[in-house]
C-alpha cells in the first residue's frame, strides 16, 4: 500500500483557478496534494532588439521557489540549478502547445511561483501554465497535462508525494500534450522498460481529468460576476 | 459550454456557447484598426516609436503625421497597410485604461449602445481603441471606470445593457 | 493598467473631493489577511491592500549570532516578476533594498520579536528568516508587507533544539512576541496629501512617508521617499491618521 493509501494510479487531490492575479494578462493558481503553485503569465510584448526572433516569440519560464516553500530549511533567495533546469523543461515543453508564430518579434514570459512544495512541482507548475497561458488569451494548439510517476515497493505508481519520491526508486514527471506527444520526459531512477511503457500509459489515461480540471478552472471564472480571490481560496 | 484550445480543429482561445468570439484573446494588430498607444521613443526627424501594447510598436513616420509628440503622450491612431500608425491625434486629458481585447465590443454594445450609456451615467466622453484601450474624458472617472470593470465581468453574459442601466442610473430616471 | 497625469489628478480631486479610484484622502483600500496557509513554514500570511497582495513565511534556523545575546531576524521582501510587468528577475534593486529594510526596521525598533529570549548559548541562537513576496503590485508594498508580516509572526512556531538537532516537528510551547506593529503609508500629489497610495498614485507621488507605530502607539519606523518635500503639518496629519487606523488594523489581524 502507499504511505497515504492511493491506488497505484490514484492522484491526489488537485483545484485550479484562473483569473486570480490583476496585473498578469494571464494566472492560474493550483493546490495539488499540498503544493501550493501561482503562475502569472506576461505578453504577448515586443521583445528586446537584443533577444528578439523575426518570425516567432520567444517564451521565456522562469520556475522559482519562495525560501519557504520546503518542508526542511530556509531556501536559497537567486534561482538554484534545479530551478534553472526546471525553468528550461518547462519552456521547451510550453513551446510546442503556444502557436509561437502568431506572434513574431514578440516575448511570452510564464513567471512560476512555488509557494509550498510536497513532490511533482515541475508537472503541477506545467499544467498550471495551460491555464494561465489560455487565461492570458494566447494562441495554444492544445492543452497539455503532466504527472509524475515512480516505482514504489517494485511497482509504478503514478503522483509521487514528497515521502514516496524521498523513499521510491524512480521519479518520472512527464508531460504530454491531449493527443499523446511527449512535451517533457525526465527519468531519475532504475526502472525497466516495461516499467517505463507501463508508467507512460497510465500516465495517458489520466488526460481527461485535467481536460475537465481546466474547463472546470474557466468556468468557475465565468460563472458569476464575482471575483476570484486569492485569499479566499489559498 | 466551455470549450478549450485544441477542442475542435483550428480552436486556439477558450470559447463560450452562444459568443462567436472568443472569451480571451490577446490582441493581434491589423491594418485598418484604430487603436490607442503610448509614445516610447523617437529617432530623430525620421519616426515616434508607439507602443500599442502587443508584440510588436508601430512607428509613426514624422512626415505624414503632422503633429509634433513627446514621450509619454497617449495618441489615436489607424493601422496603416505596412504597419505604420497614420491619421494621429492626442488624447489630452483623459485618464487611459487598459481592458480585455475580447471584452471591447460589450463595452461598446451593439451600435455603440453601451458605451453611449457609459457616458451618459458617468457624464464623461470615452472612447476606445482596438487593441483594448479605453479613455475617459471628464465627468465621473471613477464611476465609469467602475461600470467598464463590471461589464468587463459580465462580458460573456445576456442583458448586461439592462443591468448597467437598472445599476448605476440616477433612481429617478427609472 | 490605468494611466492619467498628474495634472488630471489635481483637477478631479479639486472638483471632486476625491482621488481617480473614487476614495477620499484619508481612505484605506478593502484590506483582507489571512494567516497560518503554508504548512513548510513556522508562521506565514497572506495579505491584501486593494489589489497588492504580499505573501509572507518565515523559516526557522540555528545560526551564529550576528549581534552579542540577540537572535537573528533577517527580513527580506522580494519584487516578484509575476506581480508587475515592471519587476524583473535578477539581484535586488534599490526599490527592492528599501523596502525590506524599512519592513526591517519596524519590526526591529518595535521589538516585536524577543529575540533575547531566542539565543541559546553565547555564540548561537534562533535565526529567523522573514521573506515577503509580492504577487501583485497596486502601490503600498510597505503596509501590505508589515500587515502579512505580523500575520506570519502571530503564528509564529519555534521547532524545539536538542541534541544539536532541529526537530521541525516538535515546537517550544511559548509564545515570543512582545509587540504589535501598524504600518500607514502616504504620499503627496501635488499640495494633497492621500493614505494607501495605489500603484499610478505612487507613480505620481512627489515625496512619499510611511509611519509605523507600535501597540503603545510609540513611533518605531519613519521613512520618506521622493524627491519632493512635506511639511510639517503633512507630518503630524500623517501620524493622527496612523494613530486612528490601530484599531481597524489590529482587528483585522487578530480576528
Redesign the interface.
Known amino acids: 500500500m502507499r504511505t497515504d493509501n492511493r491506488a497505484d494510479d490514484e492522484l491526489r487531490n488537485i483545484k485550479l483557478e484562473v483569473g486570480i ?4 494578462t494571464g494566472s492560474a493558481y493550483i493546490e495539488w496534494g ?1 503544493n ?1 503553485i ?3 503569465v ?1 505578453g504577448p ?1 515586443e521583445a528586446p532588439p537584443a533577444i528578439e526572433i523575426q518570425d516567432k516569440a520567444i517564451l521565456k519560464v ?1 520556475y ?1 521557489m ?10 536559497k ?2 534561482p538554484n540549478r534545479r530551478a534553472i533546469e526546471i525553468s528550461k523543461v518547462l519552456r521547451e515543453a510550453l513551446s510546442n502547445l503556444v502557436l509561437l508564430d502568431k506572434y513574431p518579434g514578440g516575448i511570452i ?1 510564464i ?1 512560476i ?1 512555488v ?4 513532490g511533482g512541482t515541475r508537472v503541477a507548475s506545467f499544467v498550471a501554465s495551460v491555464a494561465a497561458l489560455i487565461d492570458a488569451g494566447i494562441a495554444l494548439r492544445d492543452i497539455g497535462y503532466g504527472i509524475s510517476a515512480g516505482k514504489v515497493n517494485g511497482r509504478i505508481v503514478l503522483d509521487l508525494s514528497k515521502e514516496e519520491d524521498n523513499l521510491g526508486q524512480g521519479d518520472i514527471p512527464i508531460c504530454m500534450s491531449r493527443t499523446g506527444e511527449i512535451l517533457l520526459l525526465q527519468l531519475d531512477g532504475k526502472i525497466s522498460r516495461e516499467e517505463f511503457e507501463k508508467a507512460l500509459n497510465m500516465i495517458r489515461d489520466k488526460k481527461d481529468v485535467f481536460v475537465n480540471l481546466i474547463r472546470e478552472a474557466f468556468y468557475k471564472k465565468y460563472r458569476g460576476p464575482i471575483d476570484n ?4 481560496i ?1 | 459550454m466551455i470549450t478549450l484550445p485544441g477542442d475542435k480543429k483550428d480552436q486556439y482561445y477558450l470559447m463560450i456557447d452562444g459568443i462567436e468570439n472568443p472569451i480571451e484573446y490577446a490582441y493581434i494588430p491589423k491594418p485598418g484598426d484604430i487603436v490607442v498607444g ?1 509614445v516610447i521613443a523617437e529617432k530623430k526627424n525620421v519616426a515616434y516609436i508607439i507602443d500599442i ?1 502587443s508584440y510588436y510598436a508601430l512607428s509613426a513616420m514624422i512626415k505624414t503625421i503632422n503633429i509634433e509628440l513627446k514621450i509619454g503622450d ?1 495618441v489615436l491612431g489607424t493601422i496603416s497597410q505596412n504597419d505604420n500608425l497614420e491619421d494621429i491625434r492626442v488624447i489630452k ?6 481592458v480585455p481585447t475580447s471584452k471591447l465590443s460589450r463595452i461598446v454594445g451593439t451600435k455603440g449602445q453601451m458605451i453611449k450609456l457609459i457616458g451618459q451615467l458617468s457624464k464623461s466622453k470615452l472612447g476606445v481603441g482596438r487593441n483594448g484601450v479605453v479613455w475617459i474624458e471628464g465627468g ?4 465609469a ?2 461600470i467598464i470593470d463590471d461589464i468587463v465581468r459580465r462580458a460573456h453574459m445576456k442583458d448586461v445593457l439592462d443591468y448597467i442601466k437598472s445599476k448605476y442610473g440616477d433612481k429617478d430616471e427609472n | ?5 498628474k ?2 489628478f489635481l ?2 480631486y479639486h472638483e ?1 473631493g ?5 476614495r477620499k484622502w484619508d481612505e484605506y483600500r478593502k484590506i ?3 494567516k497560518d ?6 508562521g ?1 500570511a ?3 491592500i486593494g ?1 497588492t ?1 504580499v ?1 509572507a ?3 526557522v ?1 540555528i545560526g551564529e549570532l550576528f549581534e552579542q545575546n540577540k537572535a537573528n531576524l533577517i527580513v ?1 521582501v ?1 519584487l ?6 515592471s519587476f524583473i ?1 535578477g ?1 535586488p534593486d534599490e526599490r527592492s533594498i528599501e523596502i525590506s529594510r524599512v519592513v526591517d526596521r519596524g519590526f526591529r525598533s518595535a521589538e516585536v520579536l524577543d529575540l533575547e529570549a531566542l539565543v541559546l548559548e553565547p555564540n548561537k541562537g534562533y535565526t529567523l ?1 522573514l ?1 515577503m ?1 509580492i ?4 502601490g503600498n508594498a510597505i503596509d501590505t508587507c508589515y500587515l502579512a508580516g505580523m500575520g506570519a509572526l502571530l503564528n509564529l512556531k519555534i521547532p524545539v533544539y536538542e541534541n544539536n538537532i532541529l526537530d ?1 516537528s516538535k515546537y517550544l510551547d511559548k509564545s515570543f512576541l512582545k509587540n504589535t506593529v501598524y504600518s500607514n503609508t502616504f504620499v503627496k500629489i501635488g499640495d494633497e496629501l492621500i493614505l494607501d497610495p495605489n500603484y499610478m498614485e505612487s507613480e505620481l507621488a512627489d515625496a512619499s512617508i510611511s509611519i509605523v507605530l507600535d501597540r503603545d502607539r510609540n513611533l518605531v519606523s519613519i521613512q520618506k521617499s521622493g524627491n519632493g518635500q512635506l511639511t510639517r503639518d503633512d507630518i503630524n496629519k500623517a501620524i493622527d491618521i496612523s494613530i486612528n487606523n490601530i484599531d481597524k488594523i489590529d482587528r483585522l489581524l487578530i480576528g
Do not use: C, W
Open positions: 492575479l490583476n496585473n498578469a499540498k501550493k501561482l503562475v502569472g506576461y510584448e522562469e522559482r519562495t525560501t519557504f516553500s520546503s518542508l526542511e530549511e530556509h531556501g533567495y537567486t514570459e513567471n511561483l509557494l509550498q512544495a510536497e480571490d486569492l485569499v479566499d489559498i | 503610448r501594447f497617449f486629458n483623459a485618464l487611459i485604461y487598459r465621473e472617472i471613477s464611476k471606470i467602475n | 493598467m490605468m494611466y492619467y497625469s495634472d488630471l483637477k478631479y471632486y476625491l482621488r481617480l479610484d473614487g483582507a489577511i489571512k496557509i503554508i504548512s513548510t513554514a513556522e506565514s497572506i495579505a491584501k489589489k497582495i505573501i513565511g518565515i523559516k534556523e527580506n522580494d516578484s516578476p509575476i506581480a508587475h510587468e528577475s539581484p528568516f521573506d513576496y504577487l501583485d503590485y497596486d521541525r
